[in-house]
């Protein structure tokens, strides 16, 4: 299985993924013409995907989904609430295929679970996409470190995990206190401290790799999410940063 990020962050987020002859796209968050760009900068074409699956409604995962579905031709998959959200902009849609949370969708031999979340949005979910029995998870806008978050991660062999602020940076920023409240309330982001503590509680299985995503731009940045995990997980630990302005590597499974 091999995967990259094309970015992430609140200032969109797309994440690729291929598994045999299966090419699936997670989120639709930047715009037609920079995903086509970063997929071609690692050899691959918006136009050969199987699905476009949306993970929630917030406009930083959804923005171009109708420019997506139109520019591949493939299905755009979504829950209801989703669908429903994005209608007002996404323009003409010509397949839609609803899923409802904790649901699996299948293309072919490659399973994709989708996983409700309590982020603050409808319906959302991430997703673990299994294929000849390796497993990779996109665990992003988790809302918390709910139960059954650190099973997931023991359970995969690699994963895109939330790592969104740092708590000293967002207590002392510029954003009001209601933003900040929502940003580490229930509903809201896990901070590097909460992701690296729940990569420690799964190091009975150390995974292939770790990419930290959906870094806050104001409350975060890659070095300080890196000391952070490094600092509870080890200097050796593999981890990786998905960025929020350029395509990542092109990452095994």
Not at 99 to 110: Q, T
Request: net charge neutral; proline share 5%; glycine share 8%.
């Amino acid at each position: 299985m091999l995967t990259f990020s094309l970015q992430s962050g609140s200032n969109g987020n797309a994440i690729y993924v291929e598994a045999g002859e299966v090419r699936l796209l997670f989120d639709a968050g930047i715009s037609g013409r920079e995903a086509s760009r970063r997929m071609a900068a690692r050899g691959r074409s918006i136009c050969g995907l199987d699905a476009v699956i949306l993970s929630h409604r917030h406009f930083d995962h959804t923005r171009c989904a109708g420019v997506y579905q139109r520019q591949s031709g493939a299905p755009l998959y979504a829950s209801p609430a989703t669908h429903h959200a994005i209608a007002r902009y996404a323009g003409e849609l010509s397949q839609v295929r609803h899923f409802h949370p904790g649901e699996a969708l299948h293309f072919g031999p490659v399973t994709v679970y989708t996983l409700p979340t309590p982020h603050d949005a409808a319906e959302s979910v991430a997703f673990v996409i299994e294929w000849e029995r390796k497993r990779l998870g996109i665990l992003t806008d988790l809302g918390h470190p709910f139960s059954g978050l650190a099973q997931v991660l023991s359970e995969v062999d690699a994963a895109y995990l939330e790592s969104n602020y740092d708590p000293i940076m967002l207590a002392e920023g510029s954003y009001p206190p209601e933003l900040k409240a929502r940003i580490r309330g229930d509903g809201g982001h896990l901070s590097n401290d909460e992701a690296a503590t729940l990569l420690k509680r799964c190091r009975r299985r150390r995974p292939r790799w770790i990419a930290l995503a959906h870094l806050s731009e104001h409350n975060n940045h890659p070095e300080l999410a890196l000391q952070t995990h490094r600092a509870v997980l080890g200097a050796d630990y593999p981890l990786t940063v998905a960025s929020r302005y350029a395509v990542s590597e092109l990452l095994t499974v």
